[in-house]
Every structure is written in C-alpha cells, then in structure tokens.
C-alpha cells in the first residue's frame, strides 16, 4: 500500500505554467512506474506522462514537448512540470503509482489535483 498526495494545481492563463507533484509515503523505488493522469468532465481518464523505475518517460502525443516528468527518489516525489498551457489541459490530474509483478497488477492512486486553464 501507498498513499499519493498530489499538489500544486490551480487556475492558470493560457500559455502558463504549473507545477504538480506527488508525495508518496513510502519509496517509490519499488515501484515499477510513477504517472500522471487526467480525467477533464465528460471524459475518460488519459495517461498524461509515466516514468519507470529505471527513469524511461512517456509522453501522450497531446503533451509532448510541453510537459515534462521527473522524480526524485530520495524524497519519495513525482512531478510534472506543464508549460505552454492550453484551455484543453483543463482537467483532475491524479498521480498513480503501478507495481507489475507478473501476473499481478496493482494501481494506486492519489485523489487529485484540478488544474483550470482559463483566461
């Protein structure tokens, strides 16, 4: 078990920049990815940006080149660093933390942070 706080959402203008991060309360090492989701109303929840243990990111085709993951192990946190925000990033952003030890799958999740991009 863990559990994951996110932070640092808010109400931004259109080509600003937030900052997220998540705090776990236990290493996130043993982890096999950190990521970052979304969920906007209406909609299904989107991977936004995930990094493996061994620090290999993904990025949706959406973010590319505007949002950047990164963790820092020793204090247990994730973050997602957004700029160049869009009207379309509004969204829930959740921190989620995936263990894959084959066949077994767990996920967990923080409760989410809102993020409005709105002039």
């Known amino acids: 078990q863990v559990q994951l706080v996110e932070s640092g959402g808010g109400l931004v203008q259109p080509g600003g920049s937030l900052r997220l991060s998540c705090a776990a309360s236990?290493?996130?090492?043993?982890?096999?990815?950190m990521g970052w989701y979304r969920q906007a109303p209406g909609k299904q929840r989107e991977l936004v940006a995930s990094?493996?243990?061994?620090?290999?990111?993904n990025y949706a085709d959406s973010v590319k080149g505007r949002f950047t993951i990164s963790r820092d192990n020793a204090k247990n946190t994730v973050y997602l660093q957004m700029n160049s925000l869009k009207p379309e990033d509004t969204a829930v952003y959740y921190c989620?933390?995936?263990?894959?030890?084959?066949?077994?799958?767990?996920?967990?999740w923080g409760q989410g942070t809102q993020v409005t991009v709105s002039s």
């Open positions: 989620n933390a995936r263990k894959l030890i084959f066949p077994n799958l767990n996920d967990y």
């Open positions: 236990r290493s996130i090492f043993s982890f096999t990815a």
């Open positions: 990094i493996t243990s061994g620090g290999s990111t």
